[in-house]
Structure formats: structure tokens, C-alpha cells
């Protein structure tokens, strides 16, 4: 059992910056991929970015990949989320996201992939 708890979220300007942090719960982090989700008003929950469990891994969507940057630290049991050139159109609640990943292979880019999630962390970018 996971549990995760999302913080770093708030107002920034458009072309600002925020860095979002999931801590997670658990002796084994290690051993969880990460995800980071996002779900606008009236939207679908979108897949943001991915991790793997030893942190050497990233893949990204496309609308994000160049701006954010997904980290971890596995002694902190924290995965990170550095959100660079923000737009209005990033704003959104975020989720961070785990699963127990046995692949080196696989990036993990669906909701449906995920077995745990946190409680979401709003994102307001203003034009």
C-alpha cells in the first residue's frame, strides 16, 4: 500500500515556474514507477509524465516535453515535478500516480495503469 501526498501547487503568471512534490509512503518506493497526471474542468485526466522506478528513465506528452522536467529521489521517497514556460493552458488540478513496476522496457502513460494516486494539487496559470 501507497500513499501519496501532492503539495507545490498555485498562481503563477503565464512564462512562470512551479515545482510540484509527491511524497510517498512505504519502505518501497524504489520498486513504484511514478506518474504525473493532470485533469482540467470538464477535461478527461491526461497523462503529463512518467518515471522509472530507478529514476535513469523519463517520457513525456508532447504538449509538456521540453517545459517539465519529472525527478525523483528514492532516499526522500519523493517524485518531482519542475514546471518550466507555463501556460494558461497547463492550469489543471495535478496527480501524482504509482504502481509497482517490474519492466525496464515499459513507460506507464494511462490512468488505468496506476494503482495509487494523491489527492491532487491545483495549478492556476494566468494569461
Known amino acids: 500500500q501507497v500513499q501519496l501526498v501532492e503539495s507545490g501547487g498555485g498562481l503563477v503568471q503565464a512564462g512562470g515556474s512551479l515545482r510540484l512534490s509527491c511524497a510517498a509512503s512505504?519502505?518501497?518506493?524504489?520498486?513504484?514507477?511514478m506518474g504525473w497526471f493532470r485533469q482540467a474542468p470538464g477535461k478527461e485526466r491526461e497523462f503529463v509524465a512518467t518515471i522509472k522506478r530507478s529514476g535513469d528513465s523519463t517520457y513525456y506528452s508532447g504538449s509538456v516535453k521540453g517545459r517539465f522536467t519529472i525527478s525523483r529521489d528514492n532516499a526522500k521517497n519523493t517524485v518531482y515535478l519542475q514546471m518550466n514556460s507555463l501556460k494558461s493552458e497547463d492550469t489543471a488540478v495535478y496527480y501524482c500516480?504509482?504502481?509497482?513496476?517490474?519492466?525496464?522496457?515499459?513507460?506507464?502513460?494511462?490512468?488505468?495503469?496506476?494503482?495509487?494516486w494523491g489527492q491532487g494539487t491545483q495549478v492556476t496559470v494566468s494569461s
Open positions: 500516480a504509482a504502481r509497482p513496476s517490474y519492466s525496464s522496457i515499459v513507460y506507464y502513460v494511462r490512468p488505468s495503469d496506476y494503482n495509487y
Open positions: 512505504g519502505r518501497t518506493f524504489s520498486a513504484y514507477a
